[in-house]
Nanobody, 126 residues
Framework: VQLQASGGGLVQPGGSLRLSCAAS????????IGWFRQAPGKEREGVAW????????DYADSVKGRFTISRVNGKNTVYLQMNSLKPEDTAVYYC????????????????????WGQGTLVTVSS
C-alpha cells in the first residue's frame, strides 16, 4: 500500500490550499483515509477523515468550517481543501489509512492507522 500526499506550499494567512492523497496497492477499496498534521515540537494530530463506502467525514474542532475532506472513488484519491488558513495551521500534513475496519470514533487518532504517506509541508505566513 502506498499513499502519496501532495499540494503543500507557502500561503498567506486567510489563503487556501488543496492537498491530495493518492492511494494505491489496496487489495480492495480502502476503508478510510485520514489527514493528520504535525507541527515542530508537537505531537501528530488528526485533522479529518473520510470513509470510502458512504463518504462519512469528521473533523478536528480546530478545522471545522474551514477544511473539507472529499474523495474521488474509482481513483482512490482523497482531497483536503483548506480555506481561511491560519499561521497555526503550519505543519507537515500526512495522509494515512488503516489496514482493517476500525471503530469510527478512533479515526482521528494516529494509532488507528497502519499506512502513512510521506507528508507535505504547509506553511502559513505573511
Amino acid at each position: 500500500v502506498q499513499l502519496q500526499a501532495s499540494g503543500g506550499g507557502l500561503v498567506q494567512p486567510g489563503g487556501s490550499l488543496r492537498l491530495s492523497c493518492a492511494a494505491s496497492g489496496f487489495a480492495r477499496d480502502y476503508y478510510a483515509i485520514g489527514w493528520f498534521r504535525q507541527a515542530p515540537g508537537k505531537e501528530r494530530e488528526g485533522v479529518a477523515w473520510i470513509t470510502a463506502t458512504d463518504g462519512m467525514t469528521d473533523y478536528a474542532d480546530s478545522v471545522k468550517g474551514r477544511f473539507t475532506i472529499s474523495r474521488v472513488n474509482g481513483k482512490n484519491t482523497v482531497y483536503l481543501q483548506m480555506n481561511s488558513l491560519k499561521p497555526e495551521d503550519t505543519a507537515v500534513y500526512y495522509c494515512a489509512a488503516p489496514r482493517d475496519t476500525v471503530p469510527r470514533y478512533t479515526l482521528l487518532k494516529p494509532s488507528a492507522y497502519d499506512y502513512w504517506g510521506q507528508g507535505t509541508l504547509v506553511t502559513v505566513s505573511s
